[in-house]
C-alpha cells in the first residue's frame, strides 16, 4: 500500500515480552524503531511477568510474540521481517502471505479460528492452490481446512473460484482443486469436474471419477 495516499494509517502492535526472554529486547528494539519510522502508528507491550493472565486470553505459549495489525507473530523476528509485515496488514497479497506462512509452520488451528472469524479468508486459502511450487505442508495444511468446511454453504460459496483452478497448468492443481470441488457436496460442482474426465492426465481423471461417484452425479 502506498503511504503517501492521505487514507493511508499505519497499523498498531502488540508486544508481549518476558523478563528473561533472550530475544524479546531484539524485537522490542525493532518494534520502537518502526514506530519512529511511522511504519507502526501504536506500540503496546506488555511484560507478562506482571500480567500472566493475558498470555492466557490469548493464547500464547512463548515469547516474544508479536500482533501487527491482524497478523499473530510468535518468535524472534527481524526488522525488515517486522516492517514487511507491517506494509501488508491492508492488502489481499499481505494477508494471503501471512495465511501461507502460519500453515508452512503448521499453525492451522490458528487459520482455522481467523476463517470462523472472516469467513472471506477462505477465498485467500484458495488463493494459495494457484502456486504448483507452494510448500507440502502449506497444501496438507489446505486439506485439513477443506475437509473441516466439507459441506457447508462457506465453501460452497467458493465453488466458482475452485472451478477456475480445473483450468490450471498444472495437473496437481487441477487434481486438488478437483477433489475440493467434491468435497463442497453440491450439484454445482459438477460442471467444473466433468470436464476432468477427459484430462490428459491421468491422476487426474482418476480423481474426477472419484470426485463425480462422491457426488453421486456420475
Known sequence: MNKENSEYRAPEALMLLGTHCPH???????????????????????????????????????????????????????????????HTTATHQGIRDYLGAMLAE???????????????????????????????????GIG?????????????????????????????VRGDACHYLALSHSYRAKVYIQPLLQDENADVREIARESLDELELE
Open 24 to 86: 524479546c529486547p531484539s524485537v522490542l528494539r525493532s518494534l520502537s524503531e518502526l514506530v519512529e519510522q511511522g511504519e507502526l502508528s501504536k506500540l503496546e507491550v506488555v511484560n507478562l511477568k506482571q500480567h500472566p493472565d493475558i498470555a492466557q486470553k490469548l493464547g500464547v505459549r512463548s515469547v516474544p510474540w508479536v500482533r501487527i495489525g491482524p497478523f499473530e507473530l510468535a518468535g524472534l523476528r527481524t526488522l525488515e521481517e517486522l516492517k514487511r509485515w507491517a
Open 106 to 140: 503448521g499453525e492451522v488451528d490458528k487459520v482455522l479460528a481467523m476463517i470462523v472469524n472472516e469467513g472471506a479468508l477462505m477465498a485467500r486459502v484458495i488463493e494459495l492452490l494457484d502456486d504448483a511450487d507452494t510448500k507440502i505442508n502449506i497444501r496438507l
Open 144 to 172: 485439513v481446512i477443506m475437509e473441516e468446511y466439507q459441506g457447508t454453504p462457506l465453501l460452497q460459496e467458493y465453488i466458482p473460484q475452485l472451478g477456475k483452478l480445473t483450468l490450471h497448468m498444472d495437473p496437481r
